[in-house]
């Protein structure tokens, strides 16, 4: 990402074109703030002036915003250090159920949720590391299925808990440990209620951020995902980020430059996971109820399909993935089969084909985004806002043009341009820099040679 | 001269940097390194070479702790090093480049250097979220250091480019960067000219004698070129099939016969034998 790299703090003071570019970036910042804290309060005027428009309502942008702290959290993981993880919704649906277990009637303690989401994170960061430290040997596909079955399974420990007896042999006396059918975590019924977070006003009465009041809500996502943004940021520029990025570049190089590999990753997982608690924590608090088979393995594919068409490794790219993706999932889709499935449903009825005669475009919305992944990858496999690096990764940009330009380069640019170091460094003389790209260039070109 | 023979260059002066003794390794059925005995005296340059295969890599390896000796121990600045990982070797002040450039091809080349520099920054990842004062002052003195030491291989105003899109021989430099930035005693060297042509092997070769005198380093050069570390070496440990085969001082080396055997095959000793020594003597 061009522009947050040149507004880091310790980058050298850039040429003015630059500075520019930040004072345009920090604008376009600035207004889509200003717009998200003020379209929910005008949604319902804009819809009633504008209806035949596909207007998001204010619980969609909440499932956006939602999934675009997920998808920040696993871009450290995949998008930072290049570990593939096909089970992230696991930390997703433990951050839930530690603020389930934690702030509602299923075991009578009701806990204030704004400590309870700080509990929910540490456990999901906790979990991250008890499964980032037997797979880190594991990479590429190995990783991509461990964390898979990880995802799975504790879906279905949530979903299996509901009713638990376990009890000691007869032969060991038989005593009942757990249960008799001890309901753990609500099985298949799940969660209900969960205590929704609340602040009290100073003049009787409260504000409750559930979906009751998705305005209030909205505004309370909207705190989070600022805040995590802001964390990856710090992170992706400090010499965490720097070394989580040198182990997906190269694993031993970075070993060899004294970076502790394990730890690194570890950090990666955790912290990763630890956004995924921090989203879960807020949705089961806002939706008051929690089910075991709403963390499925599509919500893991659907974070994944953001960060890819978002721009791996873009913060920016993957909060507008996430945007992007649920919009079209929970508005664009409902309000385009209202003009596509009639029709379809009237061929269908007229052919007597049953797949067409209950046609309905919101049941194909996995279909249309692995068409539009697929798409994506051979038009443009960096993303929609990728970093600079993929972008000249996946087409070659700037590859040919550094060599050739090199010495060129070098008479143009002014000597004070840069940070003083030592003028007479050692070396100036032995190595002189205009001579590579010369012999490089001479070595190429095969007419060149004698 | 059928063995080596003894003479101050091998002689163990007491104030080694690196020793090995016995180092053995193995994989499975093949003996890659056969009980080498190595020492590299503080402040020297000394040069392990011998032909493709001769175990020159594996060796390096075992000191950089990809590789843990079958049998022998490597003890750096009075430390053990067998058993340690890689990251704990370079922290103890080994640093190195690889035979294949092994940058970081999608970061800038300040950002190559900046990670060479990473175990010597002191912050913690949660310091890098609130960023005290400390880490702001912390990451400014690492950043003009990196530049420094890009403007020491003469690449200062490649400072932004990505490595990748470098030029072969800026790679090269590169890499010894970001070894520096290690703030390594020992510096290791894999084929450092391979695909170099004579005269960027030969600036390269008065850089590195550079390095040993401006910062006081300590140098191990790995090459299957006899040619490149001859001008420049102190000692030369030559290897071959795993075993070490021949020590001394460039000269002694090149006139040793089972260097000559090594490098140009039996029966070529005896011509060449006869020219290199009249060479060392001239």
Known sequence: ?450 | MTAPAANPATTSSGDDLLVAVDCTKRFGGLLAVSDVDFSIPRGSIASLIGPNGAGKTTFFNMITGLYVPTTGSIKFDGTELTGRKPHEVVRLGIGRTFQNIRLFGNMTAEENVLVGLHHTLKGRWWQAILRPKSIIEEEAAALDRALALLDLVGLKKRAKTLARNLPYGDQRRLEIARALATEPKLLLLDEPTAGMNPEETRQLMDFVRTLRTSLGLTILLIEHDMKVVMGISDRVTVLDHGEKISEGTPDQVRADPRVIEAYLGRGAASVAGGGAEAGAEA
């Open chain 1, 1 to 450: 990402m061009t522009t947050a790299r040149t507004a880091r703090r310790l980058s050298l003071p850039g040429p003015l074109r630059d500075l520019d570019r930040r004072r345009r970036n920090q604008l376009i910042l600035g207004v889509v703030l200003v717009l998200a804290i003020v379209y929910p309060l005008v949604y319902r005027t804009l819809e009633a002036a504008l209806p035949f428009l596909p207007w998001p309502g204010t619980a969609v942008l909440i499932v956006c915003s939602t999934f675009a702290i997920l998808a920040l959290g696993l871009n450290i993981v995949m998008g930072f250090a290049g570990l593939l993880d096909l089970g992230y919704v696991a930390f997703y649906a433990i951050g839930a159920y530690t603020t389930a277990f934690l702030a509602s009637g299923h075991f009578g303690i009701h806990i204030s949720w704004w400590i309870v989401v700080w509990i929910a994170v540490a456990i999901a960061a906790l979990w991250g590391v008890l499964l980032g430290a037997p797979t880190l040997r594991l990479r590429g596909d190995y990783l991509a299925i461990v964390t898979l079955g990880f995802g799975e399974i504790v879906r279905i420990v949530f979903r299996n808990l509901g009713d638990v007896t376990l009890a000691l042999p007869a032969f060991l006396g038989g005593a009942v440990l757990i249960g008799p059918n001890a309901n753990l975590t609500g099985g298949n019924v799940g969660i209900n209620p969960i205590d929704p977070p609340t602040i009290p006003l100073p003049w009787g009465g409260e504000i409750v951020f559930s979906n009751q009041n998705p305005v209030g809500s909205f505004y309370l996502i909207l705190a989070l995902l600022i805040l995590t943004y802001f964390i990856c940021i710090r992170l992706r520029d400090s010499k965490l980020g720097r070394a989580w990025m040198a182990i997906r570049e190269d694993e031993t190089a970075a070993a060899a430059m004294g970076i502790n590999t394990v730890t690194t990753k570890l950090l990666a997982f955790s912290l990763g996971a630890s956004f995924s608690g921090f989203a879960g924590a807020f949705t089961g608090a806002y939706q008051t109820a929690i089910f075991a088979e709403s963390f499925n393995f599509a919500v893991s594919i659907l974070v994944v399909v953001i960060i890819i068409l978002g721009g791996i490794g873009s913060l920016r790219g993957v909060v507008i993935g996430a945007f992007a993706v649920q919009y079209v999932n929970l508005t664009l889709l409902a309000w385009a089969s209202q003009y596509v499935n009639p029709p379809v449903q009237a061929l269908g009825n007229a052919t007597g084909i049953g797949l067409l005669r209950e046609f309905n475009l919101v049941t194909f919305n996995y279909l249309i985004f692995g068409i539009v992944l697929a798409v994506m990858m051979v038009r443009r496999p960096e993303g929609l806002f990728p970093v600079e690096h993929a972008k000249a990764e996946m087409h070659g940009i700037g590859v040919s043009a550094e060599v050739t330009a090199s010495s060129a380069d070098e008479l143009s640019l002014a000597e004070g341009d840069l940070v003083e170091a030592e003028p007479d460094s050692v070396a100036e003389a032995a190595l002189k820099a205009d001579t590579p790209p010369e012999t490089i260039r001479k070595r190429d070109l095969p007419e060149d040679t004698p």
